[in-house]
């Protein structure tokens, strides 16, 4: 079951000039900084205690990962729980999924709507 948004992703060129942008102008925080197999996880948002925050994704590394992604817009990640379940389902009912991999913040995986417009659900 999707419980609510959790992130809003973004495609940067350069995660660190991002950073500080977001930081230093816009006034957010960094939640997490971490970085595995060579994907960095950017996590900023407007306080500590937001429930929802932006990702600072290298548009180039994720371009290699998944070039079918539209990066040219942001993505909306949803939080889920069943998430092997939810994959399953969307897989039944014929909508388009990416595979299901383990990313630094849990299992995730992407599906398109029917004008391939992605999103990604986590298992959080």
Not at 21 to 50: H, L, M, N, Y
Not at 99 to 122: I, T
């Amino acid at each position: 079951m999707i419980r609510h948004i959790g992130q809003v992703m973004l495609y940067v060129n350069d995660q660190d000039t991002a950073v500080k942008f977001w930081t230093d102008k816009i006034g957010f925080v960094v939640v997490a900084d971490q970085e595995e197999g060579g994907v960095r996880w950017i996590e900023i948002s407007p306080t500590k205690e937001a429930q929802t925050t932006l990702v600072l994704h290298n548009k180039e590394i994720i371009a290699k990962m998944q070039p079918e992604l539209n990066l040219g817009t942001p993505s909306i990640m949803f939080y889920a729980e069943h998430i092997e379940n939810l994959y399953q389902d969307f897989q039944a009912k014929g909508v388009k999924v990416g595979d299901l991999v383990m990313m630094p913040m849990g299992r995730v995986f992407n599906f398109a709507d029917h004008e391939n417009n992605y999103f990604a659900l986590v298992e959080k």
